[in-house]
Every structure is written in C-alpha cells, then in structure tokens.
C-alpha cells in the first residue's frame, strides 16, 4: 500500500527558505496530481500547491504565489516544495498528499476532497 512520508521541516528565519518533500513509498504513485496543504496554529488546513503528476502542471494558493514552487520527479516518486521568502504567515504544519487517478479541475485540487492518501505532516516554524 502506498504511504506518504514528509520530510523537511524545520524552523527558519524570516526571509529565508526551506524546502519539504514528500515521497510515496510501497510502490509507485499512480494518481492524477499531489498537493501541499497547511494547518497554521488556530486555523482550518488550506490548500498551498498542488502538480499533476503526469504533465506537471502547477497550482498555487495566491499567498505563496512567487515564492513557493512546487514539483515533481516521477522516476523517484517524490514530490518537492521550494518555499522561499518565507514569512511568519507561513508557519504551519504542512502535509503532503495525493488524489485517485481520476482526473480534477484546477478548482478541485485546492480543495481536500479528492485527495484521498495523505503524509503525516512536518512542522515549518518561521521566527522573526
């Protein structure tokens, strides 16, 4: 069964960047697309990215726009988010995840509904 493990966390100065990854292990990911999502302190989880697997087409929430970047290696099973100019906004705990094989629309894939298989979250912390 595959599984989605996050990594790459941590705690991070104002300005600076981090990178998360997330890699399915216990077999190849077979999805239509993965995304990112976030639960900051006292919040409900919002969707971050998001990238179809097979043509690595990009989404973003307008918040990171420009800042984060979101991709993919299919040979690797490993999805990456390059977060950039991170700010105190940003701290969350982030979570990786991925949809069934049906396709989605750009709309759909910013919200949690299709994304059935989820990694365990890492914490991204961002001080001043």
């Known amino acids: 069964q595959v599984q989605l493990v996050t990594s790459g966390g941590g705690l991070v100065q104002t300005g600076g960047s981090l990178t998360l990854s997330c890699v399915a292990s216990?077999?190849?990911?077979?999805?239509?697309?993965m995304g990112w999502f976030r639960r900051a302190p006292g919040k409900e989880r919002e969707f971050v990215s998001a990238i179809r697997w097979s043509q690595g087409f990009t989404l973003y929430a307008d918040s990171v726009k420009g800042r984060f970047i979101i991709s993919r290696d299919n040979a690797e099973n490993t999805v990456t988010l390059q977060m950039n100019s991170l700010q105190a906004e940003d701290t969350a705990v982030y979570y990786c995840a991925g949809t069934g094989s049906g396709f989605h629309y750009n709309k759909e894939l910013s919200q949690e509904w299709p994304y059935h298989l989820w990694g365990q979250g890492t914490q991204v912390t961002v001080s001043s």
């Open positions: 216990g077999g190849a990911f077979r999805g239509h697309a």
